[in-house]
T-cell receptor, first 115, second 113 residues
């Protein structure tokens, strides 16, 4: 597609429920990133996928968080047993290889509210 | 020590003035440096990238990099009210962490008429 697409745009869930957030990167972009942004805060790195390489999971805050990327394209971020502190905007971004490496294009984000 | 540090501000400048935004980073192996702008309620968008020491100019924006001092800055000349936003500094990791892009907390800039 023309841009990075994220769904859902808004998700309200109850504490303890599992949620899945989806990201569809720009076609041809080999790198995909997930960040989390709490209200008034900067971007917190979660996970990074590059092609067929093993993902960099160093930012995942706990084992309740996991992400996968199927076929080198669409990615799903899963949060199990959600907690109130998981409430944030989850941003996905993608970038291409070569001269455009690390130049991120962001999606509109998925706003998660855990009650 | 945070990996990427910025003054959170807010930084307030009058219209037409120069706004100066600063960022320091901890990983000496970092190779690529970026400034993103984020309007309230929106996603970040790229303004500038810089990869080598010195200055890089693009219109009213100038990025400055000093790897020895681990310092990168953004100057905005002839600031406009439409420049009011949060400015995020982003730095790639060194070595095997090259692909990982770490952001600072952001500096809130307000340009008043």
């Amino acid at each position: 597609g023309a841009g990075v697409s994220q769904s859902p745009s808004n998700k309200v869930t109850e504490k303890g429920k599992d949620v899945e957030l989806r990201c569809d990167p720009i076609s041809g972009h080999t790198a995909l990133y997930w960040y989390r942004q709490s209200l008034g805060q900067g971007l917190e790195f979660l996970i990074y996928f590059q092609g067929n390489s093993a993902p960099d999971k160093s930012g995942l805050p706990s084992d309740r968080f996991s992400a996968e990327r199927t076929g080198g394209s669409v990615s799903t971020l899963t949060i199990q047993r959600t907690q109130q502190e998981d409430s944030a905007v989850y941003l996905c971004a993608s970038s291409q290889q070569g001269s455009g490496a690390n130049v991120l294009t962001f999606g509109a984000g998925s706003r998660l509210t855990v009650l | 020590q945070k990996e990427v540090e910025q003054n959170s501000g807010p930084l307030s400048v009058p219209e037409g003035a120069i706004a100066s935004l600063n960022c320091t980073y901890s990983d000496r192996g970092s190779q690529s440096f970026f400034w993103y702008r984020q309007y309230s309620g929106k996603s970040p968008e790229l303004i500038m990238s810089i990869y080598s020491n010195g200055d890089k100019e693009d219109g009213r924006f100038t990025a400055q990099l000093n790897k020895a001092s681990q310092y990168v800055s953004l100057l905005i000349r002839d600031s406009q009210p439409s420049d009011s936003a949060t400015y995020l500094c982003a730095v790639t990791g060194g070595g095997t962490s090259y692909g990982k892009l770490t952001f600072g907390q952001g500096t809130i800039l307000t340009v008043h008429p």
